[in-house]
């Protein structure tokens, strides 16, 4: 005996994905950090300049985000036109050391 519902043989409504925020698909980040990005206020590339990878990331721990080092990675890359695996290796030991400090 078939215990499906009617409807069953109908296809399956595909659920919606959660859409990125601007500003997450314009720094190429997933929907999660891009949804981070956007609950704290931070909507424009101009925001990510005025405030910082450094502060963005402060910021986010605060408001209990678990913010990578990574994800500075990828804001610093976007301020300055880079991926984030292209950065130099001095400015990813400045931030490496400017997230260490706010940990503190």
């Given at each position: 005996?078939?215990?499906?519902?009617?409807?069953?043989?109908?296809?399956?409504?595909?659920?919606?994905?959660?859409?990125?925020?601007?500003?997450?698909?314009?720094?190429?980040?997933?929907?999660?950090?891009?949804?981070?990005?956007?609950?704290?206020?931070?909507?424009?590339?101009?925001?990510?300049?005025?405030?910082?990878?450094?502060?963005?990331?402060?910021?986010?721990?605060?408001?209990?985000?678990p913010?990578?080092?990574?994800?500075?990675?990828?804001?610093?890359?976007?301020?300055?036109?880079?991926?984030?695996?292209?950065?130099?290796?001095?400015?990813?030991?400045?931030?490496?050391?400017?997230?260490?400090?706010v940990r503190?």
């Amino acid at each position: 005996m078939d215990r499906r519902p009617p409807e069953s043989h109908l296809p399956r409504r595909r659920r919606p994905h959660r859409e990125v925020a601007p500003l997450g698909r314009e720094l190429n980040l997933g929907p999660v950090s891009g949804g981070w990005l956007a609950e704290i206020g931070v909507r424009t590339l101009a925001d990510v300049e005025r405030l910082g990878s450094v502060e963005i990331c402060r910021i986010l721990r605060h408001h209990g985000y678990p913010a990578s080092l990574n994800l500075a990675y990828a804001l610093e890359g976007a301020v300055l036109g880079l991926h984030w695996t292209k950065l130099p290796p001095a400015i990813k030991a400045e931030l490496r050391r400017a997230l260490k400090a706010v940990r503190r």
